[in-house]
C-alpha cells in the first residue's frame, strides 16, 4: 500500500497509573510471580507514555488506582466508549472483577450518561476494536460471543467477531491495531487467529499491514494510533519501517516493565470516544 496524506486527530485517554502493580498470579502466558517487578521503574515508563500523549496534544484523564488490584494499570479492559456511550467491562477472571466496577463509577462520576453494566463476559478494548465501518471484537480466551451482540445492541455498529487461537495472544489487542479509523486501516498478525478469521480480516482489509511473528511477539500490536502517530513498544523494530512507508510515524515505548503482565501501551490506554 502506497504512503497517503496523515493528519492526528486529538485524542481524550483514560489511563491508571501503575501504583499498586504487582504479578502475584498468572492469568496469561506472559505472566510469572517469580519474576520481580521494578516497581519504580513500571511508574516512570507509564509516566513516559503519559506524558508522550500529552506532548502529542492529547487529554490523558486518570483513574486513582486501588490497592487490592494490580492490575488496574491494563485500563484498556476496563470499558469501551463509542460516541460517548460506555459499555462496562466484565472480567472473565475474578482477580478482576472489581475493576469493572471501579470504571463503572469514574464514568457515571465524570457525566457519562449512557453508561450500561454488561451482561456478558468482556474485557473492554481488550477485546473490542473500533474502525470507521466496525467493531471488531475478539473471542476465545477472554470475552463471550454472547458480548458481541450485546455490543452490537448496544453501540448501533456492526460487529464482527474474530476467533483467537494463540494464547500469548490472549485479548484482540494483542494481536490487532486499529491504525486509521476513518479510513478502516488496521495492522494485524495472521497467527493469532482461526483460519477463518484470518479469511474475514482477509477479506474486508485487503490492504492491511501485516505483522511478523517476532514483531507480535514483542506485542507490537499492542500500539495505539492518533491517525498519524504510532505509539508501539520499542522491540517491535520490523514494523517501524512499513509504518513510515505508509506515511506513519512510528514513536517506540519502552513498557518492559509492564510487559511482565502481559501488557504494553494499548493496555495502558483506553479511548474516551465522544
Given at each position: 500500500?502506497?504512503s497517503v496524506p496523515r493528519?492526528?486527530t486529538?485524542?481524550?485517554?483514560?489511563?491508571?497509573p501503575?501504583?499498586?502493580?504487582?504479578v502475584t498470579?498468572?492469568i496469561?502466558?506472559w505472566?510469572?510471580?517469580?519474576?520481580?517487578?521494578d516497581l519504580?521503574?513500571?511508574?516512570?515508563?507509564?509516566?513516559e507514555?503519559?506524558d508522550?500523549?500529552?506532548?502529542?496534544?492529547?487529554?490523558?484523564?486518570?483513574?486513582?488506582?486501588?490497592?487490592d488490584?494490580?492490575d488496574?494499570v491494563?485500563?484498556?479492559?476496563?470499558a469501551?466508549v463509542?460516541?460517548?456511550?460506555?459499555l462496562?467491562?466484565?472480567?472473565?477472571h475474578p482477580?478482576?472483577?472489581a475493576?469493572?466496577?471501579?470504571?463503572?463509577?469514574?464514568f457515571?462520576s465524570?457525566?457519562?450518561?449512557?453508561?450500561?453494566?454488561?451482561?456478558?463476559?468482556?474485557e473492554?478494548?481488550?477485546?473490542?476494536a473500533?474502525?470507521?465501518?466496525w467493531?471488531l471484537?475478539?473471542?476465545?480466551?477472554?470475552?463471550?460471543?454472547?458480548s458481541?451482540?450485546?455490543?452490537q445492541?448496544?453501540f448501533g455498529?456492526?460487529?464482527?467477531g474474530?476467533d483467537?487461537?494463540?494464547p500469548?495472544y490472549?485479548?484482540l489487542?494483542?494481536?490487532?491495531c486499529?491504525?486509521?479509523d476513518a479510513?478502516?486501516?488496521i495492522?494485524y498478525?495472521?497467527?493469532?487467529f482461526?483460519?477463518?478469521s484470518?479469511?474475514?480480516?482477509?477479506r474486508?482489509?485487503p490492504?492491511?499491514?501485516i505483522?511478523?511473528?517476532?514483531?507480535?511477539a514483542?506485542l507490537?500490536?499492542?500500539?495505539v494510533s492518533?491517525g498519524?502517530?504510532?505509539l508501539?513498544?520499542?522491540a517491535?523494530?520490523?514494523?517501524?519501517?512499513?509504518l513510515?512507508?505508509?506515511?506513519f510515524e512510528?514513536?517506540g515505548?519502552?513498557?518492559?516493565e509492564?510487559?511482565?503482565?502481559?501488557?504494553?501501551v494499548k493496555c495502558?490506554t483506553?479511548?474516551?470516544?465522544e
Amino acid at each position: 500500500m502506497s504512503s497517503v496524506p496523515r493528519a492526528s486527530t486529538r485524542r481524550r485517554y483514560l489511563m491508571c497509573p501503575p501504583t499498586y502493580y504487582r504479578v502475584t498470579y498468572s492469568i496469561n502466558p506472559w505472566m510469572d510471580p517469580g519474576k520481580p517487578v521494578d516497581l519504580p521503574l513500571a511508574l516512570a515508563q507509564w509516566e513516559e507514555l503519559r506524558d508522550r500523549y500529552r506532548a502529542l496534544g492529547h487529554t490523558v484523564e486518570e483513574l486513582a488506582p486501588r490497592p487490592d488490584l494490580p492490575d488496574m494499570v491494563f485500563a484498556a479492559n476496563g470499558a469501551t466508549v463509542v460516541d460517548g456511550k460506555v459499555l462496562g467491562a466484565r472480567f472473565a477472571h475474578p482477580e478482576r472483577w472489581a475493576e469493572a466496577t471501579a470504571h463503572l463509577e469514574w464514568f457515571r462520576s465524570h457525566g457519562y450518561a449512557q453508561v450500561r453494566e454488561p451482561q456478558h463476559i468482556n474485557e473492554g478494548e481488550g477485546d473490542f476494536a473500533v474502525t470507521a465501518t466496525w467493531l471488531l471484537a475478539g473471542r476465545g480466551f477472554r470475552s463471550s460471543p454472547l458480548s458481541h451482540p450485546e455490543a452490537q445492541e448496544f453501540f448501533g455498529r456492526p460487529v464482527i467477531g474474530l476467533d483467537l487461537v494463540d494464547p500469548r495472544y490472549y485479548h484482540l489487542d494483542t494481536a490487532l491495531c486499529v491504525l486509521d479509523d476513518a479510513r478502516d486501516e488496521i495492522m494485524y498478525y495472521p497467527g493469532a487467529f482461526s483460519p477463518g478469521s484470518r479469511e474475514v480480516l482477509r477479506r474486508l482489509f485487503p490492504d492491511a499491514l501485516i505483522a511478523t511473528g517476532d514483531d507480535a511477539a514483542a506485542l507490537g500490536l499492542n500500539a495505539v494510533s492518533d491517525g498519524r502517530h504510532v505509539l508501539l513498544p520499542q522491540a517491535a523494530v520490523g514494523l517501524f519501517g512499513p509504518l513510515r512507508e505508509r506515511g506513519f510515524e512510528p514513536v517506540g515505548m519502552d513498557l518492559g516493565e509492564l510487559l511482565k503482565g502481559g501488557g504494553s501501551v494499548k493496555c495502558c490506554t483506553q479511548e474516551l470516544r465522544e
